[in-house]
């Protein structure tokens, strides 16, 4: 799905990844993060990579100044517009209990964030009719675990939020994709135990992504994840409380 792709979050490696495989086919891009000197040097990479245009915005997603400029921006980007979102933290949970401060700033990374700047271009996709939305989830959404519970209820709004939006956005033609990773190697995995199953690459998971956003939907990645998941989530309260993951 070619036109403009909006990528949030552009800094982190997988957003870095879609970059490089919607540049591959000829879109243009809008590099949105807080690290102006990392997507200026994106930005010569892309172009060499075959991206029609690469621009790059100072983007703090709870910044309603920044939030407003995307807008504008993307009101003059190449239609269709598209945003892939990959803004996202994952402090240690113990640091979350005793940190009501970093606890808020995971919430409004994981979720908040996300919903105000869609909301924001939310008019723009009921405009154009066309393009998709790319919402970077995750597997820890789909049942509150001992381990993870406080990053895992971000990711569970987020997903409520994403069907709720695609509901709304069907009305449109503008699909809503969901992507649930499970742990992939990234420096927000690097020196964690992790399970011991393959890593998703951030590679492989740019191309799944560029090839299902027209459809829309929820993807897991890499694919056993889903009936991981589903058992999971069928697990008996008493069972699954017991166990330490």
Known sequence: MTGTWIILGAGSALAKAFAREAAKHGAHLILAGRNPQELATQEQDLRLRGAASVTCALFDAMNEQHRGALVAMAAQAKAPVSL?????????????????VLCTQMVNSNFTSAMLT??????????????AIVLLGSVAGDRGRKKNYQYGASKAGLAAYAQGLAAHL???????????????D?????????????????????????QRAARGGTLYYPWFWWPIMLAILHLPRKIFNKLNF
């Open 84 to 100: 892939y979102w990959a803004i996202g933290t994952m402090p240690e949970e113990a640091a979350m209990r005793a940190d009501a």
């Open 118 to 131: 869609c909301n924001a271009l939310l008019p723009l996709f009921e405009q154009q009719k066309a393009g």
């Open 170 to 184: 069907s009305a449109f033609q503008v699909p809503v994709l969901l992507v649930k990773p499970g742990v992939m």
């Open 186 to 210: 990234t420096p927000m995995t690097w020196g964690k135990k992790n399970p011991p199953l393959p890593l998703g690459v951030p590679e492989g998971l740019a191309k799944v992504c560029w």
